[in-house]
């Protein structure tokens, strides 16, 4: 029985297995490996192309009632989009009725994770087959520079006088209400509101602001005429400012299949209001196409205008000359250049710089391009650009050529080879 006893004893100290843990571990890593193999289908990139290619085809079709900003933001920029049946038909007749779709991003999310699955599930990395990994590394790093340049690049103009300089970059895609504090004659102090809280509609509060905003009504895109060529169902809501003779009449979005390529003209009706109370100030008419109102707002004086969007920047730019070159006697534009003094007191520079036609400036991590003129030459406009992605293209194509003549140049390698050897 002592013996029996010692031999429990000892049977309860040793280490047993748990079979039940080794298959958990075995089925978590069989069903991570049929996951991965499911994303890895190639029936998975046959289908995500083709909702790819009916994308395209539906945004296209979309830039008829949109802007071509619009449609990308909300069919490409997206991870899921509402389709309106109506894009599919003619305008003259009315259908009711939209359907979601997958966006870009997602279908590019979807196409990027079901290339780096089959990389891991069927390829094998070897020298014979290191094009075809520079060619697929080349397409990854193409989707993600336009995730990069969708998530931070920055685009606007700058446009300057003959003589004048400029420190801000206007974005024409994005509006905002200013109320600007002139008093100072070395300084203004602003306080600035973005559309995306005009568009919203109701009430607008925020310390920095003198007053309280009601916003009555914000139109996207509009015109502005005097009231007796205004349509009967334009209500003038304004009891001050330039409203007074004038109306706002809503326009329909600019097309993207706008052959002239024209820019929103928002404008919008405000009401400001007391701090903290319901006395108003008056109803004003602002809008793009009307220049800054004199407000008064407890004795202090203010201008109230709707503009595009500004980014103050901490250099000047200052046209010392601009040229429009033409081809001899024809108004066809042979060049365009600008030569300007650029002053950054943040890295001590003043210098001058000719920009022109396919020779952009680089600073401060941003390209100014020749982009247009002023009526009657009177002045540049320069567009600026920020894209931190900028580079990711060009690489990428290197990639995807170098990638291919390596893979081709193999194959014809080892086809001439096999001659010489008959």
Not at 24 to 47: E, N, P, Q
Not at 231 to 252: I, Y
Request: aromatic share 10%; glycine share 8%; net charge positive.
């Amino acid at each position: 029985m002592a013996e029996m006893a010692a031999q429990n004893r000892a049977s309860k100290g040793t280490p047993r297995a748990h079979p039940a843990s080794a298959s958990g571990a075995a089925g978590i890593a069989a069903s991570a490996k049929k996951l991965l193999t499911a994303f890895a289908s190639l029936r998975l990139t046959v289908a995500l192309f083709a909702l790819s290619i009916v994308l395209v085809f539906s945004g296209t079709l979309a830039q008829v009632d949109e802007g071509i900003w619009t449609v990308l933001g909300k069919y490409f920029r997206s991870l899921v989009v509402w389709i309106p049946v109506q894009i599919y038909f003619k305008r003259s007749v009315a259908v009711p009725g939209s359907f979601p779709f997958p966006g870009g991003w997602l279908l590019g999310g979807l196409l990027l994770t079901n290339l780096l699955a089959a990389h891991f599930t069927r390829f094998r990395a070897n020298w014979r087959r290191a094009g075809i990994l520079i060619i697929h590394g080349g397409l990854v790093l193409m989707m993600l520079s336009e995730f990069v340049t969708g998530v931070f690049a920055v685009e606007g103009n700058m446009a300057i006088d003959q003589g004048s300089a400029s420190n801000y970059v206007v974005n024409q895609r994005a509006t905002e209400l200013a109320l600007v504090d002139a008093s100072d004659p070395k300084m203004d102090d602003m306080v600035v509101v973005p559309d995306r809280m005009l568009k919203r509609g109701g009430r607008v509060h925020h310390d920095f602001l003198p007053v309280d905003l009601d916003v009555v009504r914000y139109m996207i895109n509009s015109d502005v005429v005097p009231p007796a060529r205004a349509p009967a169902d334009a209500k003038n809501r304004a009891t001050a400012g330039a409203g007074l003779s004038a109306v706002a009449v809503e326009r329909p979005e600019v097309s993207g299949a706008d052959p002239n390529q024209t820019v929103d003209t928002p404008s919008a009706y405000v009401t400001l209001k007391s701090k903290g109370s319901d006395r108003t100030f008056g109803t004003y008419l602002v809008s793009v196409l009307v220049a800054p109102q004199p407000v008064t707002v407890d004795g202090r004086a203010y201008e109230l205008s709707l503009r595009f969007r500004r980014t103050y920047k901490p250099y000047t730019f200052h046209l010392l000359e601009f040229r429009h070159d033409r081809y001899l006697g024809t108004d066809k534009p042979k060049n365009f250049s600008s030569l300007v003094r650029l002053v950054d007191p943040s890295v001590n520079e003043d210098r001058e710089v000719k920009i022109w036609m396919n020779h952009p400036l680089r600073h401060a991590g941003e390209t100014f391009y020749q982009s247009s003129f002023k009526p009657g030459d009177t002045g540049t406009i320069l567009q600026v650009v920020r894209n931190p992605g900028w580079l990711m293209p060009y690489i990428s194509c290197v990639m995807v050529s170098g990638g291919m003549l390596f893979h081709f140049g193999m194959h014809l390698y080892d086809f001439l080879r096999r001659r010489v050897l008959r």
